[in-house]
């Protein structure tokens, strides 16, 4: 897959490959990583992603999925994935995952790690089993308490 393939088409808009972290990626990461955190729903991470699939037309994007291919060599880390509200409920997500099984597949990856928030239930009791995600770890977290000893 090379920087900016067409991979397909969704109502007028086309999913885009971004082989690295262009422009056009980075407005989206930073909009669809913010929306998330209003949601509720975001793990943080220092990793960055190193690419991307956006569904876009020539302004804007209204779907991605953003992952790192670098910090693990067999290793797809999707850092998150984000649909607009409106285009929610057609497929999009699923797609964009697919597209990602095809880039691991042509690019010798065979695992894919994401980080799903727990409070998001219907990624964690639904879509993530559609997928076929199956959990491997919880990421766990308390506020620190001074306990004098």
């Known amino acids: 897959m090379n920087h900016l393939d067409v991979l397909g088409e969704h109502n ?10 262009d422009s056009k990626s ?6 669809m990583n913010k929306k998330i955190k209003e949601l509720g729903y ?4 220092d990793w960055l992603p190193d ?9 804007n994007a209204v779907a991605g999925i953003f992952f790192n291919t670098t910090k693990y060599n067999k290793v797809v880390l999707i850092l998150i994935a984000y649909v607009k509200e409106e285009f ?3 497929g999009i997500y699923s797609q ?3 597209y990602v099984d095809h880039y691991g ?5 065979n695992t894919i790690y994401t980080y799903i928030h727990c409070n998001n239930i219907l990624m964690v009791e639904t879509i993530s089993k559609k997928i076929g995600y199956e959990p491997v770890m919880y990421l766990m977290k308390r506020e620190i308490v001074d306990r004098s000893c």
Request: net charge positive; hydrophobic share 30%; glycine share 4%.
């Open 96 to 98: 964009l995952h697919r």
């Open 51 to 59: 690419k991307s699939i956006l569904l876009e037309d020539d302004s």
């Open 105 to 109: 597949t042509v690019s010798g990856k």
């Open 88 to 90: 929610r409920q057609q």
């Open 26 to 31: 980075e407005l989206s990461y930073t909009y």
């Open 12 to 21: 007028g808009f086309k999913y885009v490959f971004h082989n690295y972290y």
């Open 42 to 45: 975001m793990v943080t991470s």
